[in-house]
């Protein structure tokens, strides 16, 4: 055991020889030696390379940073914050930093399904003030169908004067499917087609804390496609302002009828039913989006007629939301343009029509 406990002192020692003299032999650190930067780059350890510099340039017992913020260069500038694009910069792409370009697809009006839409009276025998266009037969129509919009627009001509206007095309079509009707074999009851150009102007002002962001002028044609009595149609030239502040968007749309040989107008009073400008005004919070709309005829007594919608998209699951309507007032259609119902719609959409157009 003696022998044991000497040799293990005899290791013991030889390995504290062989420590002490492999210290000695070490170069001493820049630090050690009176630094100079040449001889500090190749030191690894960060705060021992800190140390060395210090020395070298005279900084030695100063306040230093933690080894672990050392310093590898000056320090950037603090960049200003970046405000969020507007709701109405997003759908228009009126600044240059949110322009994409021409041709490209983009969300205009809301896209969505009604798997159910309901109807407070149904318009068995359209009409005009055009003999030639109204029904002298009823129809069999059901209070509940089905409805589905598409919407999309794309721009056709960027910078068109200057950076600060577009030119757009617009295209939105709205069917409603007598789908319950199985009497009828289902039908197609009314599909209104609606392609529109608009060119759009960046604007920059205040008023009563609202923001003017968006100005546009175009022309308009809506038509249901069909034939006589049934046919309906119009050509509009319009106008928009747009206006926001906080999560609501306000845009208002006057326009003016291009008139027809009376002869072949189909619906010669459209005007005093359907209106002459609109007003929506919408608002966005965390994936929710309200709209309202109204329109009048901007006429007194029996021209007066108007119109009021209300919508709300809500989320559901990623894409998918849900999608609520409430319609009051005369044409929900084309084809009753002079009728008056409510109508209640509930379904999906799969598009963010409004908030969702942000850059990819």
Known sequence: MMQGL???SAVLALVTMCRVGLAAQEPSTPAQEGANPEACRGIQSDAERLECYDQAFGRAGEDLLPSTAV???PSPTPRPAIEPESLLDERWQLSPESKQGAFHLKPYKPVYIHAAFHASSTNDRPSSPNENNTLLEALNLDHTESKFQISLKSKLWQNVLGDYSDLWFGY???????IFNAQDSRPFRETDYEPELMLAFRTSYSIFGWQGKLASIGVNHQSNGRTVPLSRSWNRYMGSVGL???????T??????VHENREDDDNPDIEDFMGRGDLLVTRDWGGHEVSAMVRHSLRGGDRSHSAFELDYAFPIRGSLKGYFSFFNGYGESLIDYNRSASYVGLGVSLVDWYAGTKKP
Do not use: C, H, I, N
Request: hydrophobic share 25%.
């Open 6 to 8: 000497r040799a293990a």
């Open 71 to 73: 310093e590898t260069g």
């Open 172 to 178: 939105t079509q709205s069917s409603r499917w007598q």
């Open 244 to 250: 926001e502040r906080d999560g609501w968007t306000v």
């Open 252 to 257: 208002l749309r006057p326009w003016k009828r």
